[in-house]
């Protein structure tokens, strides 16, 4: 006779089974892209050198680091249900979360580079900020909008894990 587990089966002989997906909220990510793209177009109106276009500028990058932030954090708490532990995806780093939901068909390949291109331009200038880096990060915008809004979507409707 072996010993039961609380689930009323022999320890040793439990299977995983497959936890119903987490419903997730995008709310925050949705409004801080909102913000994101609004400070962008007020960034637009005003001419180079005007106090409000570096105010702007200033907004943009910021919302650019919390969004890219948000957005690495999400796909990790929908992914749950796809490792044997929670330790196990904690532990990856942001570039490897969005192979695994590539992988998983959360996000499609083409936006996995260039979410990996959207980290890599943080990560090399984190330090060194200033206005190249900050004029960088206003480059990528346009299309770092469409795709935060693309992985909110997923996220968000992606109920199957």
Not at 41 to 62: F, N, Q, S, T, W
Not at 105 to 123: C, K
């Amino acid at each position: 006779m072996g010993y039961k587990s609380r689930r009323g089966r022999k320890a040793g002989t439990e299977t995983r089974e497959r936890a119903p997906a987490v419903e997730i909220d995008t709310t925050d990510l949705r409004r801080c892209v909102l913000t994101l793209e609004t400070a962008l177009e007020r960034l637009r109106a005003r001419e180079p050198g005007d106090i409000e276009h570096d105010l702007y500028r200033a907004a943009c990058v910021k919302e650019f680091e919390l969004v890219l932030e948000m957005s690495g954090g999400l796909p990790r708490r929908r992914r749950r249900d796809w490792f044997a532990s929670n330790r196990r995806i904690d532990s990856l780093t942001f570039k490897d979360v969005f192979r695994h939901a590539a992988r998983n068909g959360l996000v499609e390949v083409e936006a996995v580079e260039r979410w990996f291109a959207y980290r890599d331009h943080r990560n090399e200038t984190a330090h060194r900020y200033g206005k190249r880096f900050a004029e960088g990060a206003v480059e990528l915008l346009p299309d770092f909008i469409v795709d935060a809004r693309a992985l909110a979507d997923a996220i968000g409707e992606s109920r199957d894990g």
